[in-house]
């Protein structure tokens, strides 16, 4: 796989720093080799949906693939000091992080897919010290893509075929959140975006039209799309709102026939503020009696997808969605709730210990084993059903499977295939996997996200995906807990 440009800012400083001082206390107690797993999944659904979109995998394989710790690295950590004032780690440990090399397993969901709360997106499997060293970065890596492709795909569906533009670059949080940003929203479902910086790394197409600036720096509107016909006469889509937003639109019509005699066309128009059914429904009857039927009306300013479904459930004439803000910064939900916990260790005779945190609050309980997610579909397409179940008891062709919460099975009527979700990425620390460019993970998405049924879709009022635990895994599961509260 072809490194990016953009691996360039990632380090193995990455991290927070009790993710080494974890790594030294189990370099020093003699574990760091042992083999441990761990899984990185989320715990709620975003938005007040019941779905989310895996992203984020292409970062974080550049990321393991160019795990190093660099000697201005080492000579940081070397300049750390403890509470006694003396040096934080010793020489032998930075010379250990020098010579370390990313030797683990992992196992991944592939971008694009649709996935749900409380299954594995990511599986580490390998030295405990190198699984528990990635930790922040993979969270990092994985949570705010996934979040804002998950955001994209809502807005895409309510568009209901319409293109939606991302424009959130000089709203977003910093220079890798907008780049970070850009690539999830196109995975998620947008047709392109403004960020040219995301169009080169990722072959993203990008559009754009002209700023207010542009009209302001000139005596008059008319003269300012004049001046703009005249540079870029085969990319004109005039923003009409400056000052009047009808009269703009007369005059991107004018504008719009002194092109036609010179054998071009004007693209369309854009509407960035006011009432956007009235005036979209306005300009559209102006533009057809000016026979520009063909002429697109782009609306933007502060739109998502309650907006968006809003200004169409009104009869809006728009036909293209430029959305910035509440895209690009996941607005409403700035935050997914991803975690990642040790499920299993090893011990030095190869038996498998499985481990989990437990809490108050049963969501937040852990998930022991090694675990795996099989997705069971009817018609060959339908997803109907997810399983999670433990490697080392596998899972029938057509298993007993029970609720997350536990209030009722799962039934699986006649499934006519299923897939195992996690697929080989690293081996070893060897990459085993190509991962797909962005576009191939958008047409996942889409795909992915037309299968679902409607009712889990929808923005009001979704219902549940069924996701639950194969039986076997969950009544040992049971019996660890009840193991681990009478300790």
């Known amino acids: 796989m072809r490194v990016t440009e953009h691996a360039a800012g990632l380090s193995a400083l990455l991290t927070d720093l009790y993710q080494l001082t974890m790594a030294y206390g189990f370099w020093k107690s003699g574990m760091a080799d042992r083999c441990a797993v761990f899984h990185l999944g989320f715990r709620k659904h975003p938005f007040g949906g019941q779905y989310a979109v895996a992203c984020g995998l292409a970062q974080v394989v550049e990321f393991l693939r160019a795990l190093r710790f660099t000697d201005g690295d080492l000579k940081y950590l070397a300049s750390l000091r403890g509470g006694d004032s003396n040096a934080l780690f010793d020489d032998e440990f930075l010379r250990y992080l020098g010579e370390l090399r990313f030797a683990c397993d992992m196992d991944a969901v592939v971008e694009g897919t649709v996935v749900f709360a409380h299954e594995p997106l990511l599986r580490i499997r390998g030295p405990l010290l190198q699984a528990q060293i990635v930790e922040t970065a993979l969270l990092t890596l994985v949570n705010f893509p996934t979040l804002v492709a998950t955001k994209a795909a809502r807005i895409a569906g309510v568009a209901g075929g319409r293109p939606v533009l991302e424009f959130g670059l000089r709203r977003a949080q910093g220079v890798d959140g907008g780049v970070t940003a850009s690539r999830a929203a196109y995975i998620g479902g947008c047709a392109a975006t403004s960020n040219v910086l995301a169009g080169k790394l990722y072959g993203i197409p990008v559009k754009g039209t002209h700023g207010h600036s542009w009209v302001m720096a000139f005596d008059s509107e008319l003269e300012a799309f004049q001046r703009y016909a005249d540079a870029m006469p085969a990319n004109c889509i005039f923003l009409v709102d400056t000052y009047g937003t009808l009269d703009g639109v007369r005059h991107a019509i004018q504008v719009g026939r002194q092109l036609g005699d010179k054998g071009f066309r004007m693209l369309g128009i854009r509407l960035d503020s006011g009432d956007l059914v009235a005036l979209s429904q306005q300009a559209r009857r102006m533009l057809n009696e000016a026979g520009m039927s063909e002429a697109a009306i782009v ?80 018609a060959d397409s339908i997803p109907v059903a997810d399983a999670v179940y433990d490697e080392a008891t596998g899972i029938e062709a057509r298993p007993s499977v029970v609720s997350w919460d536990g209030s009722s099975p799962i039934r699986l009527d006649a499934p006519t295939k299923s897939e195992d979700l996690l697929v080989p990425v690293f081996r070893a620390g060897r990459l085993v996997y190509d991962p797909p460019d962005a576009a191939t993970a958008r047409g996942r998405t889409q795909s992915q996200w037309a299968a679902l049924p409607e009712e889990i879709r929808r923005l009001e009022n979704p219902q549940p995906y069924p996701v639950g635990r194969e039986s076997r895994w969950d009544a040992m599961r049971r019996r660890l807990l009840e193991n681990v509260r009478n300790r």
């Open 299 to 378: 609306a933007s300013g502060d739109l998502d997808e309650y907006e968006i479904s809003r200004l169409l459930t009104a009869g809006a004439e728009i036909d293209v969605w430029g959305v910035g803000t509440r895209l690009a910064t996941a607005f409403d939900e700035p935050a997914l709730a991803g975690v990642y916990k040790l499920a299993a260790l090893q011990a030095p005779n190869g038996h498998w210990t499985y481990r989990l945190k437990l809490s108050d609050q049963q969501a937040k309980t852990s998930d022991p084993g090694i675990l795996q997610v099989r997705r069971f579909y009817q």
